[in-house]
């Protein structure tokens, strides 16, 4: 096992968030979080990278407890988060804003640049110049810099066009085939049917329904969840 959450509780100050919540991701499993706005899917992908204040529970990566290590010390030992607000610098440019992020390992700026060709065609060009879809693959291509060992992907489709979400969804599934556990969180069911393997989907900071992508896409309650 990659990583187990086990009985997660986390918030804000006084305002609790999740409420128990356990998941699972398996070695070179993709695993979605599903829920609509504010059903916690951010909050739990925080609370795993250590940044919203965790309340109860535990959080497992390869065997180490990480419940209790600052976020620093969870990318150290393996953890890689995308964040849904994409933070790339802008007045760097896309080559230098992935060369600062790079950590020894097998990720160089050469292997990024094969499975993202498109990068290296705007290498020299500012981080502040890229459209939604650039800077979201700026992004992801920074975290694998820093040679994580697991993803954490929020929300890697928000806002772009179905033609980048393609790409995004090879990239993704590029990544499975190098054997590379993710787990993201998501509100495209077709992306996420697409390449997850597993989901889970939360309702107010808590896991409603799991299993298979695939089942539980035919599933009445599970559209009911999503559903607006
Ligand atoms: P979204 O797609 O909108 O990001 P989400 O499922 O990721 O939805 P969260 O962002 O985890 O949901 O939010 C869960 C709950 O936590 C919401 O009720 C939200 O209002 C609350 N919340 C989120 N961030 C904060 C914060 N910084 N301070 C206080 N409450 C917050």
Redesign the pocket.
């Known amino acids: 096992m990659s990583l187990q959450v086990l009985q997660l509780q986390a918030g804000?100050?006084d305002?609790p968030?999740l409420h128990g919540v356990s998941l699972e991701v398996g070695e070179g499993e993709v695993v979605a979080l599903l829920?609509?706005?504010?059903?916690?899917?951010?909050?739990?992908i925080k609370a795993i990278m250590g940044l919203v204040q965790i309340r109860g529970g535990r959080i497992v990566y390869r065997g180490t407890d990480l419940t209790r290590l600052p976020s620093f010390r969870r990318a150290q030992l393996g953890l890689g988060y995308v964040p849904?607000d994409r933070r790339i610098f802008p007045e760097l440019t896309v080559r230098e804003n992935l060369l600062i992020a790079h950590r020894p390992g097998p990720w160089t700026l050469e292997r990024v640049y094969q499975l993202l060709p498109r990068l290296r065609e705007i290498e020299n060009r500012r981080g502040g110049l890229l459209s939604g879809g650039e800077q979201q693959m700026l992004t992801i291509a920074r975290t694998l810099m820093a040679n994580p060992r697991l993803l954490l992907l929020d929300?890697p489709t928000e806002g772009l066009a179905p033609l980048i979400v393609e790409e995004i969804a090879r990239l993704v599934e590029a990544l499975k085939g190098e054997g590379m556990p993710v787990l993201l969180?998501e509100?495209n069911l077709r992306f996420t049917g697409r390449v997850a393997d597993r989901g889970y989907v939360?309702e107010t900071?808590e896991v409603r329904v799991e299993g298979n992508m695939q089942e539980l896409l035919r599933k009445d309650e599970v559209v009911a969840l999503l559903s607006l």
């Open positions: 804000y100050g305002i968030v829920g609509r706005n504010g059903a916690g899917k951010t909050t739990t849904d929300e969180a509100q939360l900071g």
